[in-house]
């Protein structure tokens, strides 16, 4: 998306860690997703050569535009893959605040708390299902699937590996 800053913003968006722009219809600061919820966390900031235009590269806790897409700008391949992305960014929060919120009885926390042993026996075992349901061809392909995405992403979590370095990694390969 494409959006009006100023020094206030900016310094609200470096402080908080979300962005923040000038709305100039408003004639205000704005934190952006502040009615939607779907704000958008600084990842790295860039400023061109003659410092007066900044990129952001965000993660997104949901769509971009006011129409709902993940862009303002036309859709093609990269859209999909930002929609994928957005997905996976939502799912990694939704797990880091179980876990930063240490909810009792919940078997997240008790993964990410518990040894690392029994992380990777269940990772195995997931990975051992999933085989064999492409192999019988039983319709839960999809389930096993989702069981062990999971349990690889508390994997990630606690390890301090974000969805955005594995996307990163996958999209350089892809680049290649």
Not at 86 to 114: A, C, H, P, W
Request: negative net charge; hydrophobic residues 30%.
């Amino acid at each position: 998306m494409l959006a009006y800053s100023n020094s206030e913003a900016i310094e609200l968006t470096n402080e908080t860690g979300l962005v923040h722009f000038f709305s100039r219809s408003r004639d205000k600061i704005w934190l952006k997703g502040e009615t939607s919820g779907n704000t958008m966390r600084l990842i790295e900031s860039r400023q061109d050569c003659d410092q007066d235009t900044l990129l952001y590269k965000v993660i997104p806790s949901g769509p971009a535009c006011h129409t709902g897409t993940s862009s303002c700008f036309n859709p093609d391949e990269e859209q999909i893959n930002l929609k994928t992305f957005d997905y996976l960014t939502r799912f990694e929060n939704y797990l880091s605040e179980i876990i930063d919120k240490r909810q009792e009885g919940s078997y997240t926390v008790k993964l990410y708390k518990g040894s690392k042993g029994k992380l990777i026996r269940k990772i195995i075992e997931e990975a051992g299902e999933v085989a064999e349901s492409f192999i019988e061809n039983d319709g839960r392909l999809s389930k096993e699937i989702a069981d062990l995405f999971y349990h690889l992403s508390v994997l990630m979590l606690r390890d301090g590996l974000s969805f955005d370095r594995v996307y990163q990694e996958l999209d350089n390969r892809r680049k290649a």
